[in-house]
Structures are given as structure tokens and as C-alpha cells.
């Protein structure tokens, strides 16, 4: 298992940037994908971003496609969200989670085995 937790949420205009970052414990975090997902108020959890352990391999949803990048820094066990361009509909709480699996890059929530508390991002009009 692994332990996430995400900061670098906010309040932010319609237009703005935010980057999210997701510190992982242990010692095998650059074995594992890791991913970005985001739950607004009375709808499902989405995939948002993810990248691959070597951070070689990413991939979006296309609602974030060109405003949003992935990234990771295994050696200070951290994964990035950085977003551009926010809009309202970014609204959300923003979660990081850990594919253990091992394998290739996934996007699906059963996927994912261990997830951050969350942190929330509102985007204003």
C-alpha cells in the first residue's frame, strides 16, 4: 500500500492556474501509475489525468486535454497536476490514486487501490 495526500487546492477565477501535488509514502511509489480523478458536487468520480512510473507515458480525458499536464518526481515521491485555463466546470474535488497493479497505464477507478483524502478546487465565473 501506499499512502497519498494532495494539497495545492483553492479558489481560483475562470481562466486561472492551479497545481495540485500529491505526496506519496513509501518506497516503492515509482513502481506505480499514478492517476488524477475529480468528483463535483452530485456527480460521479472521473478519470482526469495519468501517468505512467517512468512518467514516460500520459494520458488525459478530453476534457482536460491541452489545459491540464501530469507529471511526477519519483525521486521526492510526488505526482503534479498543473491547470490551466480553469473553468467553472472544473469545480471539484481533486484526488490522486495509485495504480499497485503494476502494469500499463489505466484510466478506470477499480484500477486504482490507494487514493488521497482529496482536495477541493472551485473555479469562479
Known amino acids: 500500500q501506499v499512502q497519498l495526500v494532495e494539497s495545492g487546492g483553492g479558489l481560483v477565477q475562470a481562466g486561472g492556474s492551479l497545481r495540485l501535488s500529491c505526496a506519496a509514502s513509501?518506497?516503492?511509489?515509482?513502481?506505480?501509475?499514478m492517476g488524477w480523478f475529480r468528483q463535483a458536487p452530485g456527480k460521479e468520480r472521473e478519470f482526469v489525468a495519468a501517468?505512467?512510473?517512468?512518467?514516460?507515458?500520459?494520458y488525459y480525458a478530453d476534457s482536460v486535454k491541452g489545459r491540464f499536464t501530469i507529471s511526477r518526481d519519483n525521486a521526492k515521491n510526488t505526482v503534479y497536476l498543473q491547470m490551466n485555463s480553469l473553468k467553472p466546470e472544473d469545480t471539484a474535488v481533486y484526488y490522486c490514486?495509485?495504480?499497485?497493479?503494476?502494469?500499463?497505464?489505466?484510466?478506470?477507478?477499480?484500477?486504482?487501490?490507494?487514493w488521497g483524502q482529496g482536495t477541493q478546487v472551485t473555479v469562479s465565473s
Open positions: 490514486a495509485a495504480d499497485l497493479t503494476l502494469g500499463g497505464l489505466r484510466v478506470g477507478i477499480t484500477d486504482f487501490g490507494s
Open positions: 513509501g518506497r516503492t511509489f515509482s513502481s506505480y501509475a
Open positions: 501517468i505512467s512510473w517512468s512518467g514516460g507515458s500520459t
